[in-house]
């Protein structure tokens, strides 16, 4: 079955950028799109087809898709980013999810 | 605005089966894919399946066919979730979350609130 390989943990210190890879096989020919979940809270949908941001996501969260790797960027993050970040893609008709990164802003 | 609302907390016997349901509102509920998401525990998101309100056309992940039966009651927008023979490691919070189809270039927005099932003996 096709898996999607995040790192467990970033660290990113306010105002700088963080970078969350998704690695999976031919990724880049697939759509990625990305969730944040904070705690308690369901997933909100902050990136979609490789790099759309939905309405009312900040323009500091962009993304990419090339080769085996998705990438989701946050430039200037802040302190209300801090949360798990998940990618997801399409196999054979079926929804893979990535097993999350913690972003902590410090 | 599309909202996905979710039934309450359940606590199932192993063995049991238990049947989650999500209301939608805000679209209109049959030009929209539902899909079935849990999250058990300290851990990640894994896909259950999707339904078609339109059609009442289904796919289950692999995992689940046989185990998971997903319905729809277009009169109220709402579709269900039933997931029997349960077993510990079915506990999960169960979210519900609205697709435009199920293909390669769709995604999930938004989601339900969460339905936390707990089965313990």
């Known amino acids: 079955s096709y898996e999607l390989t995040q790192p467990p943990s970033v660290s990113v210190s306010p105002g700088q950028t963080a970078s969350i890879t998704c690695f999976g096989d031919?990724?880049?020919?697939?759509?990625a799109c990305w969730y944040r979940q904070k705690p308690g809270q369901s997933p909100v949908l902050v990136i979609y087809?490789?790099?759309k941001r939905p309405s009312g996501i900040p323009e500091r969260f962009s993304g990419s898709n090339s080769g085996n790797t998705a990438t989701l960027t946050i430039s200037g993050t802040q302190a209300m980013d801090e949360a798990d970040y998940y990618c997801?893609?399409?196999?054979?008709?079926?929804?893979?999810f990535g097993g999350g990164t913690k972003l902590t802003v410090l | 605005q599309v909202q996905l609302v979710q039934s309450g907390a359940e606590v199932k016997k192993p063995g049991a089966s238990v049947k989650v349901s999500c209301k939608a509102s805000?679209?209109?509920?049959?030009?929209?894919?539902m899909h079935w998401v849990r999250q058990a525990p300290g851990q990640g998101l894994e896909w259950l399946g999707w339904?078609?309100?339109?059609?009442?056309?289904?796919k289950y992940a692999q995992k689940f066919q046989g185990r998971a039966t997903m319905t729809t009651d277009t009169s109220i927008s709402t579709v269900y979730m039933e997931l029997s023979s349960l077993r510990s490691d079915d506990t999960a919070v169960y979210y519900c979350?609205?697709?435009?189809?199920?293909?390669?270039?769709?995604?999930?927005?938004?989601w339900g609130q969460g339905t936390l099932v707990t089965v313990s003996s």
């Open positions: 979350a609205r697709s435009i189809e199920a293909a390669g270039n769709d995604w999930f927005d938004p």
């Open positions: 805000g679209y209109t509920f049959a030009g929209y894919y």
């Open positions: 339904i078609n309100p339109k059609s009442g056309g289904t």
């Open positions: 031919k990724l880049g020919d697939k759509y």
């Open positions: 087809q490789d790099n």
């Open positions: 997801q893609a399409w196999d054979s008709s079926t929804a893979v």
